[in-house]
């Protein structure tokens, strides 16, 4: 079974999410590997962004600016792996999952699939308890999550298919 890497998946949503783009049509208007400066205009990046800009350094060579990187690191970790425990989850694949996802579509919008995806699957709650659909990651989720990892891998596998089903319908 893949651990959960937060490295390798912020590795992956970094590669989706581009560099910086300033496009007055995007609804997130200013943005640097996905942060919108509009949604967080207080991210401390932002200075780091603006000094590369002022110093009208390529945007390629932004990848290797240490500092950028790591308000970048720990931007998407403290409020999006973290949240969702990835570092506690035994399934790496549900974790970046996951993580990709309430990114673009809120934490608590995927816990909630998550959560419903979890009782659905739960064989009329032979394999774990029913849990609340609350949005809200917690030892109950991580426990219910945990058990069918261990279960199967199909499992897993239902889970994610549950969630790629939500993701399109909303």
């Known amino acids: 079974m893949k651990k959960p890497n937060f490295k390798i998946a912020l590795g992956h949503l970094l590669e989706s999410e581009g560099i910086y783009s300033n496009d007055p049509v995007d609804a997130g208007g200013e943005t640097c590997f996905g942060i919108s400066r509009h949604f967080w205009p207080i991210w401390p990046g932002w200075s780091v962004v603006d000094h590369l800009l002022r110093n ?5 060579e932004w990848k290797k600016d240490q500092g950028l990187m ?17 570092d506690v989850q035994l399934s790496g694949k549900i ?3 996951m993580f990709e996802m309430s990114v673009n579509m809120g934490t ?3 816990v909630g699939w998550v959560q419903t995806a979890l009782n659905f699957l739960n064989k009329q709650e032979k ?18 999550l945990r058990n069918a990892s261990e279960i199967s891998s199909k499992l897993e596998d239902a889970i994610i298919l549950c969630l ?4 399109t319908i909303h």
């Open 164 to 167: 790629e089903a939500q993701q």
């Open 108 to 110: 608590s919008r995927v």
């Open 56 to 60: 009208k350094v390529p945007v390629p």
């Open 127 to 144: 394999l774990w308890l029913d849990l609340v659909v609350d949005g809200m990651y917690g030892r109950k989720t991580n426990d219910a």
């Open 70 to 86: 790591s308000q970048v690191a720990s931007f998407y970790k403290v409020r999006f792996w973290d949240a969702i425990w990835g």
């Open 95 to 97: 974790a970046e999952k």
